[in-house]
T-cell receptor, first 114, second 110 residues
Framework: EPEVTQTPSHQVTQMGQEVILRCVPISNHLYFYWYRQILGQKVEFLVSFYNNEISEKSEIFDDQFSVERPDGSNFTLKIRSTKLEDSAMYFC????????????FGSGTRLTVV | GQQVMQIPQYQHVQEGEDFTTYCNSSTTLSNIQWYKQRPGGHPVFLIQLVKSGEVKKQKRLTFQFGEAKKNSSLHITATQTTDVGTYFCAVNAGANNLFFGTGTRLTVIP
């Protein structure tokens, strides 16, 4: 069964550093997403991406965050100048369609900011 | 903004007992999805409901969409230890934005 692949699985970074989280969505999916889950809490939407541009973003997705599809397969989330409160599990997801389609999530990257 | 509440927040059941989680929206929904997240895992799609009053079954899981399309439920019959995890409902909050409910964490005691 097709999978969404995320790397790395764990990332520890110092406060103030930049991190790039990487994702390879399912090849025939058109919509890509980043979600965040702080330990023990709900899954929070960050951003959706379609046709090489941001489609929607949440209040969490401020100027500290950016997304990119640098080539035909990768989808990245960059967090500039990380803060302690950025520590969370970051999930990438993709879907064929938007409103009526299910999302396939990757296994996530656990980001720890120290 | 979108408001989706799930109750209960936590549920502990003895293996073999039934379990139900409820999802309530402040607005009428076009559809609703359910996801399961095992401890330490990622959300996995279970099902999507679209029609008013729709009922769908997957083995011991029964999913229902309310007549007014503002609420939904997931019922598990005769829970097993493999059912452990957090169950989330999720709704479309925008054109390309799936909004997750608060989740119900199920613990099954063997």
């Amino acid at each position: 069964e097709p999978e969404v692949t995320q790397t790395p699985s764990h990332q520890v970074t110092q406060m103030g550093q930049e991190v790039i989280l990487r994702c390879v969505p399912i090849s025939n999916h058109l919509y890509f997403y980043w979600y965040r889950q702080i330990l023990g809490q709900k899954v929070e939407f960050l951003v959706s991406f379609y046709n090489n541009e941001i489609s929607e973003k949440s209040e969490i997705f401020d100027d500290q965050f950016s997304v990119e599809r640098p080539d035909g397969s990768n989808f990245t989330l960059k967090i500039r100048s990380t803060k302690l409160e950025d520590s969370a599990m970051y999930f990438c997801a993709s879907s064929v369609a938007s409103r009526e389609g299910s999302y396939t999530f990757g296994s996530g990257t656990r980001l720890t900011v120290v | 903004g979108q408001q989706v509440m799930q109750i209960p927040q936590y549920q502990h059941v003895q293996e073999g007992e039934d379990f139900t989680t409820y999802c309530n929206s402040s607005t009428t929904l076009s559809n609703i999805q359910w996801y399961k997240q095992r401890p330490g895992g990622h959300p996995v799609f279970l099902i999507q409901l679209v029609k008013s009053g729709e009922v769908k079954k997957q083995k011991r899981l029964t999913f229902q969409f309310g007549e007014a399309k503002k609420n939904s439920s997931l019922h598990i019959t005769a829970t097993q230890t493999t059912d452990v995890g957090t169950y989330f409902c999720a709704v479309n909050a925008g054109a390309n934005n799936l909004f997750f409910g608060t989740g119900t964490r199920l613990t099954v005691i063997p």
